[in-house]
């Protein structure tokens, strides 16, 4: 029985290595040549239940049932009255072949089910789930959240059961959009941590991989429960997305003040980090950002960097501190009970947002400001960010896909085609409520300490962090996890 440990061994996928800044972490490649074996990896499964129909739960439900073709039964439950209902019946899943059905029916019909339900209803329904689980079930999960509302309140997984996870490394929409581009591309979509927190089958870890393989994952790394939380919470929190959000409102801003129009101001802000940003950073890392500005521009990254720097390195650590606490969770739990009161409205109202919608009807990508400001600040923020994780502890494998792909090969791409408010806006509910609590500090820090710290003249900034910046291991690192990307980039349409 293993309990949340890293190192596994498997008999039906080739496990390689990789040496990540000093450190050799196992991985197993995806690819659609594997799908083959996912039977095997399912031995003793002969249904799987995906719990809800939410970006996740579409996307992962039905890139099993394509994967695994009708050699495993994959199952659709919905709480009873759900408006998703029509949505599964329109992508194929029914009740009249039994392939959906009332989330505790299915729940207690299934030998795996996966757990893709809000965060808040884990909270509120994990006990009767529990209690529906078939004895030596596998409960899957793709968040940690549910562990750490465990811890708050003193209580445990079953048992008699595995528990296990397999976490995209980006949204449910990127899930799907991938698998189906990739359809001609072996190996095409989004990369995946697994997990496993409960074995007491000895047949967790090839039930977890098979679940990463079947939804397409082009490399699958270990983690573990806690550890994914800890990251995926603070990530989305940092420069996943309320990072992101509280860095193009304070740069909106500062090129609105000094004369840009509204338009070149967010093509200055917003369309550089989501699009020329994030495109070469997927491609060629931070370094190789870097390298694509002249002497001057590297002067002016130099300094907005030495300045957003410090920074993300303090709110990394404290948003860190709040979810390894309980605080962060406890946060989320209690303004899930405010919600019915105290609906969360909508950001995309702000004249910022609208100018958006203007800038995007014409839009030519080819000729976006590759902004050296923009690029500083974003990257001081992100390099914050890995900095807090490496200091925490986090593998590099974790470190680069929380840090740096997840946001380039995933999020950033939806918010080019529609905007950086319309991610907060459509995002998991803990993610929304977590940028709006978040993007604010960024905001406020980068506007009030940051950017005086350039205006005030470079002596004032450290430029020892730009030379720590050149040098670091986290290039190498995205170096070799570019190797193991596939070829198809995402389409937004």
Same mark, same amino acid.
């Given at each position: ?6 190192? /596994? ?8 290595? $990789? ?16 799908? =083959? ?47 998703? &209902? ?30 893709? !339900?809000?965060?808040?209803? *884990? ?21 940690? &959240?549910?562990?750490?509302?465990? =811890? *708050? ?8 059961? =595995?528990? !296990? ?24 979509? $989004?990369?995946?941590? &697994?997990?496993?927190?409960? =074995? ?8 977890? +991989? ?14 573990? +429960? ?9 990530? #989305? ?55 694509? +500005? ?5 002067? !002016?990254?130099? *300094? ?36 019915? #009161? /105290? ?5 995309? *109202? ?27 600040? /974003? ?18 494998? #974790?470190?680069?896909? #929380?840090?740096? $792909?997840?946001?380039?090969?995933? +999020? ?30 960024? @905001? ?24 720590? &910046?050149? @040098?670091?291991? !986290? ?15 995402? /389409?937004?349409?």
């Amino acid at each position: 029985m293993t309990t949340g440990s890293l190192g /596994f061994e498997t008999s039906v996928f080739d496990k390689e290595y $990789i040496t990540l800044a000093g450190q050799r972490e196992g991985i197993v490649r995806g690819g659609r040549d594997l799908f =083959d074996r996912l039977p095997r990896a399912f031995e003793g499964i002969n249904q799987i239940a995906v719990i809800g129909w939410g970006p996740q739960g579409s996307a992962q439900a039905q890139n099993l049932r394509d994967s695994l073709a009708g050699r495993v039964r994959v199952v659709v439950g919905l709480r009873e009255g759900s408006a998703s &209902f029509d949505a599964a019946r329109a992508a194929g899943f029914s009740e009249a072949d039994g392939t959906l059905g009332e989330m505790f029916a299915v729940v207690a019909a299934s030998d795996m089910v996966l757990l893709l !339900i809000s965060d808040a209803a *884990q909270a509120a329904l994990y006990e009767r789930i529990f209690a529906a689980l078939r004895p030596g079930a596998t409960l899957g999960l793709s968040h940690g &959240f549910l562990l750490g509302h465990l =811890d *708050q309140r003193g209580g445990r997984f079953p048992e008699g059961i =595995d528990v !296990i996870a397999v976490c995209p490394k980006g949204m449910g929409a990127s899930v799907r959009a991938l698998y189906l581009q990739g359809v001609e591309t072996n190996g095409a979509g $989004i990369n995946a941590s &697994f997990a496993v927190e409960q =074995d007491r089958s000895g047949r967790a870890v090839e039930r977890a +991989l098979g679940w990463s393989v079947g939804l397409g994952a082009p490399y699958t790394f270990q983690t573990t +429960l806690r550890s994914e939380y800890l990251s995926d919470l603070t990530g #989305e929190r940092a420069i996943l997305l309320g990072g992101v959000h509280g860095i193009v409102e304070s740069l909106y801003r500062r090129f609105r003040d000094r004369g840009m129009t509204e338009v070149e101001a967010y093509r200055h802000s917003v369309d550089c980090v989501t699009g020329p940003i994030s495109s070469i950073v997927s491609k060629e890392g931070l370094i190789g950002l870097y390298r694509r +500005l002249d002497p001057a521009e590297r002067e !002016i990254f130099g *300094q907005a960097y030495a300045a957003a720097y410090p920074v993300g390195l303090e709110l990394t650590h404290e948003i860190y501190d709040e979810v390894s606490s309980g605080n962060e969770i406890r946060s989320v739990i209690l303004a899930g009970r405010r919600l019915a #009161e /105290f609906p969360m409205g909508k950001i995309d *109202q702000a004249a910022m947002w609208r100018a958006g919608e203007v800038a995007r009807r014409d839009r030519d990508d080819a000729t976006l400001p590759l902004d050296p400001f923009t690029a500083g600040v /974003f990257c001081g923020v992100m390099m914050g960010q890995i900095d807090t994780f490496i200091a925490k502890g986090h593998p590099y494998s #974790e470190i680069a896909n #929380e840090s740096v $792909i997840e946001a380039t090969d995933s +999020l950033n791409p939806y918010m080019h085609a529609r905007g950086v408010a319309y991610m907060v806006d459509n995002c998991s509910t803990t993610a929304r409520l977590g940028s709006r609590k978040w993007a604010p500090r960024f @905001d406020y820090l980068l506007t009030q300490t940051a950017y005086p710290a350039v205006d005030d003249g470079a002596g004032a900034l450290d430029t020892a962090l730009v030379k720590r &910046f050149e @040098d670091h291991p !986290i290039h190498e690192v995205l170096r070799i996890c570019g190797q193991l990307r596939p070829s198809v980039d995402i /389409f937004v349409q």
